[in-house]
């Protein structure tokens, strides 16, 4: 290839004006939301990385499949599409739709986890964790060692600790271990790829001891693009082929199709095993709907099959995950600590290391994604103790192993001058890092807390 600029490979066919409210404005939408950034209006935020979970721009022939959507209650066209894209990249024959990927996780879990239980994962996100302990379960975090240092980079960061795996199964026996999982890629661990050599290893493990492996496959095309670049022998392989390795050797997956299915909503449930499957569809009448459209319109579901397919082009996927590093270059190429390498669909500034001040019980990362919004109408989220966080019985709270805060990147929305200011807004609240002050949290929910949590800036 002669040229080495990799541009964004559609052109731009409809557009949504965007625009700053002023620095007063946003003083008071922040102190409006309880210093929450899920509680601003989007019309109070410019450039909103909160998540990359069904924000990104459709494409014209995800539209047009939504114009020939099928509404049927029953039978509906649109689902045996969806089924049809569904089974060609996973190979699955059990397909549920759902109307995200947490609906997956609620059924999947009801069905398999008891009180007692106990659920290793490389890392669960938010609401993998909350709904396997709704259910009484355990949800434990096994990542690689090599994720211990955010600043060191390893290829595939995101791998399931096989060793921790062996040492979980002595410990406790398989029987209190109905699944395991393999989140790819690892969100809450920096967006990192898990590569096939592990899932193969996890593939072994559960195999030998007779315990379902399932993929959190929300991300499952970036995950395949990095196993293309970095990992020995598959650089001839496509997208495709990659992916259904992935999915060759685990038994099921929940899916959100609002990340990799390029889709505004939806998510699925696939699997082998027809009696399980069994399971799975009596519970989902019950709260979702028929298992032929499952909380979706019949649109959504051709929205899906389409984006199925788009998201697995080489063009596409090379464009995505160098987007990420580009910002993750200009944040890091400034000396403020990051993740690394970068991860797929994101950026994660290490907070604790970029405000040393701050201890973790004022949660230096809420305090960096407020400091981001006020400085420039950048909107991120907090991956820390906010999030992750376990209060102990004499009131105080284990913290998070890690402070991030993920800047994350909608797919196919922002351009490459949107993320340069981006950059700029991080340089300027990391030039006055040391003056930032920590938070208390004044309000908190029961479950998942991050999303409604109120806090106070301390002075
Ligand atoms: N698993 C992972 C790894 C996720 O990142 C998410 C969502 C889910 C499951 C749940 O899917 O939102 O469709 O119910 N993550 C979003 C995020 C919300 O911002 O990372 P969902």
């Not at 045996?80 to 060609?88: D, G």
């Not at 399932?214 to 650089?235: H, S, T």
């Not at 495709?240 to 449930?269: H, P, Q, W, Y």
């Not at 909107?379 to 800047?407: C, H, N, W, Y």
């Amino acid at each position: 290839m002669p040229y080495r600029t990799i541009i964004e490979p559609f052109r731009i066919h409809s557009v949504q004006a965007i625009n700053l409210p002023d620095s007063e404005a946003r003083q008071a939408a922040i102190r409006r939301a309880g210093y929450n950034l899920f509680g601003l209006h989007s019309d109070e935020v410019i450039i909103d990385l909160l998540t990359d979970s069904g924000t990104g721009a459709m494409s014209s022939r995800q539209w047009a499949g939504m114009l020939d959507g099928d509404e049927a209650y029953a039978g509906s066209r649109s689902y045996y599409r969806f089924q049809e894209a569904v089974t060609e990249v996973t190979g699955f024959a059990e397909v549920i739709p759902t109307h995200q990927g947490r609906a997956a996780e609620r059924i999947l879990f009801e069905t398999m986890v008891q009180p007692g239980s106990v659920v290793p994962n490389n890392t669960h996100f938010d609401t993998t964790r909350a709904n396997i302990e709704h259910q009484g379960g355990e949800a434990i975090d096994l990542p690689s060692p090599d994720a211990k240092s955010p600043a060191v980079a390893h290829p595939f960061k995101g791998n399931l600790d096989i060793a921790g795996l062996e040492a979980v199964f002595t410990k406790l026996g398989p029987d209190r271990i109905p699944l395991v999982m393999v989140t790819a890629t690892n969100n809450a661990g920096g967006g990192q790829p898990v590569s096939l050599e592990n899932l193969a290893a996890a593939s072994a493990v559960c195999k030998r001891l007779g315990v379902p492996l399932f993929l959190d496959a929300c991300r499952f095309a970036e995950n395949a693009w990095f196993i293309k670049q970095r990992e020995p022998g598959q650089q001839d392989r496509t997208p495709a082929e990659i992916a259904r390795s992935m999915f060759d050797l685990v038994d099921g997956c929940t899916m959100s199709a609002k990340k990799d299915g390029l889709a505004n909503i939806g998510g699925f449930l696939g699997m082998r095993d027809p009696e399980l499957a069994a399971e799975c569809r009596s519970l989902l009448i019950l709260t979702e709907g028929f298992p032929t459209y499952g909380g979706l319109a019949g649109y959504d579901l051709e929205a899906i099959a389409q984006g199925l397919r788009e998201v697995l082009d080489e063009d596409y996927l090379r464009y995505r995950i160098r987007s990420t590093a580009y910002l993750a270059d200009k944040v890091d190429g400034a000396g403020i600590p990051i993740i690394k390498p970068a991860g797929g669909h994101a950026v994660y500034i290490d907070a604790s290391a970029l405000l040393p001040q701050i201890p973790r019980n004022q949660y230096p990362a809420q305090a960096l994604a407020v400091e981001l919004y006020l400085e420039g109408g950048v909107r991120g989220v907090e991956i820390g103790s906010v999030m992750f966080g376990k209060p102990q019985a004499d009131g105080s709270e284990l913290p998070a192993p890690t402070e991030l805060v993920r800047l994350a990147i909608p797919r196919r929305t922002y351009t490459q001058s949107h993320i340069d200011y981006v950059a700029e807004v991080v340089l300027a609240v990391a030039a006055r890092a040391k003056a930032i002050k920590g938070m208390r949290i004044i309000e908190q929910a029961r479950w998942l807390r991050h999303f409604t949590a109120r806090f106070e800036p301390l002075a």
